[in-house]
């Protein structure tokens, strides 16, 4: 098994417990209505969001299952592992991600997203691959940033 470890950040001049709030406790219900052509639902098939429970997040072409492994709504951190679906085959095994959202200096947020990648023998990862999954990554945080700024009291 080949593991691949990477942490990415960005920053947000919003408040760490809102972009928690919508895009980690609410994202089963925010993602859908801010990206409608995308994310066709989104819901609980095990649990109630917390530690153990599983989201499926339906897609036009397919599927992911999310297993939550923790949620802290005092650290705003929050670890799932990708299970099953999109971005799951005969070559990875699982994603893991952890994610924190710490204030910055300027009243906004840091957003540190260290993912695990855990393939099957000696399977490679090309960059090309990583940079995609990044970009979405990142699009997905700027969607819910830009609802933030443009709703500021939605989420307080």
């Known amino acids: 098994m080949g593991v691949l470890t990477y942490t990415d950040e960005h920053t947000?001049?919003?408040?760490?417990?809102?972009?928690?709030?919508?895009?980690?406790?609410?994202?089963?219900?925010?993602?859908?209505?801010?990206?409608?052509?995308?994310?066709?639902?989104?819901?609980?098939?095990?649990?109630?969001?917390?530690?153990?429970?599983?989201?499926?997040?339906?897609f036009d072409g397919g599927f992911v299952k999310h297993q939550i492994d923790e949620v802290n709504e005092e650290t705003f951190t929050y670890k799932y592992s990708l299970i099953e679906g999109m971005?799951?085959?005969?070559?990875?095994?699982?994603?893991?991600?952890?994610?924190?959202?710490?204030?910055?200096?300027?009243?906004?947020?840091?957003s540190k997203m260290t993912t695990t990648i855990y393939t099957h023998g000696d399977f490679e990862i090309k960059e090309e691959e990583l940079t995609a999954g990044k970009e979405k990554v990142l699009g997905l945080y700027k969607v819910v940033e830009g609802y933030l700024l443009k709703n500021p009291d939605a989420y307080v």
């Not at 219900?29 to 095990?46: F, G, Q, R």
């Not at 971005?87 to 840091?110: A, R």
């Open 12 to 58: 947000s001049t919003v408040a760490p417990s809102r972009i928690f709030k919508a895009s980690i406790l609410d994202s089963h219900i925010l993602m859908p209505k801010l990206l409608p052509d995308a994310i066709k639902s989104v819901e609980y098939i095990k649990g109630d969001g917390g530690a153990g429970s599983i989201k499926q997040i339906n």
């Open 87 to 110: 971005g799951i085959s005969d070559k990875i095994e699982k994603v893991s991600y952890d994610i924190k959202f710490e204030s910055s200096p300027n009243g906004g947020t840091l």
